[in-house]
């Protein structure tokens, strides 16, 4: 009768299609599949273009807190704890290097390590003529047991307001490297690590002169 179903028609209704044919999903769920892959997929690219942004502007606002390359700045007298007089921002020899630290910063701290790597390479002779400087707004980190405690083998003045704003120092740390006419030729504002060393050495090492051994 009508209101009978036989069993060929429960073999081959829905969940069991004839001729072995295997059920599909519909075309719909496909779509909407695939629509959500390109929406993953566009979301990762506009998080990474976004990084990539973020990091051009943080480069940028980095680069407006420290002097411009082939500017001058004024040269000015500073002293250390023990007296010694340091003419800062011109190089007595060929190039001078100042680096600008504050001794509770937490950045400086992380760049100390490259700053004794640096004042290392200086000490082996590997950049003939170039003078390495502290410059510090703390006086206890002009003390000569601070520079011991530290490693720092490199004389260490006590940054004055004068000298803070003859510089433009509005961050540390702060590197700098002028010459004899009070040039600068090389200049980075935030930590200095073994990849900006090595960009920092090359502005400072004589033309055709290699490395030597170990090297920040």
């Not at 390109?38 to 976004?50: D, E």
């Not at 200086?122 to 003078?131: C, I, S, T, Y």
């Not at 002009?142 to 307001?161: L, N």
């Not at 600068?184 to 400072?204: F, I, P, W």
């Given at each position: ?18 001729h072995g ?8 769920d496909?779509?909407?599949h695939v629509a959500l892959l ?6 990762v ?6 990084r990539s942004?973020q ?12 002097p411009?390359v082939g500017t001058?700045?004024p ?20 190039l001078?290097?100042?680096?600008f630290?504050?001794?509770d910063?937490?950045?400086c ?5 490259t ?5 290392a390479?200086?000490a082996?002779?590997e950049a003939?003529?170039v ?11 002009t ?5 011991r ?5 490199f ?17 540390v740390p702060?590197?700098?490297?002028v ?5 600068v030729v090389?200049a ?5 690590d073994?990849t900006?060393a090595?960009?920092?050495?090359s502005?400072?090492?004589l ?9 920040p």
């Amino acid at each position: 009768t009508g209101a009978t179903v036989g069993l060929r028609d429960v073999v081959a209704g829905p969940m069991f299609p004839r001729h072995g044919s295997v059920s599909m999903p519909p075309r719909k769920d496909l779509f909407v599949h695939v629509a959500l892959l390109a929406a993953c997929a566009l979301v990762v690219l506009l998080a990474v273009q976004k990084r990539s942004v973020q990091d051009d502007y943080d480069k940028l606002a980095l680069a407006g807190l420290q002097p411009q390359v082939g500017t001058w700045i004024p040269a000015t007298e500073g002293r250390t704890a023990t007296g010694e007089r340091l003419m800062l921002g011109q190089a007595a020899h060929r190039l001078q290097i100042l680096y600008f630290f504050d001794p509770d910063c937490v950045v400086c701290k992380a760049t100390a390590p490259t700053v004794r790597e640096l004042a290392a390479v200086l000490a082996r002779g590997e950049a003939p003529g170039v003078d390495l400087y502290g410059v510090t707004a703390s006086v206890d980190a002009t003390q000569p047991a601070y520079a011991r405690a530290q490693g720092f083998d490199f004389p260490i003045a006590y940054s004055t307001s004068k000298i803070r704003a003859l510089f433009s120092v509005s961050i540390v740390p702060l590197t700098i490297v002028v010459d004899g006419d009070s040039r600068v030729v090389y200049a980075h504002a935030g930590k200095l690590d073994r990849t900006e060393a090595a960009t920092l050495l090359s502005a400072v090492r004589l033309p055709g002169r290699k490395a030597a051994g170990h090297t920040p």
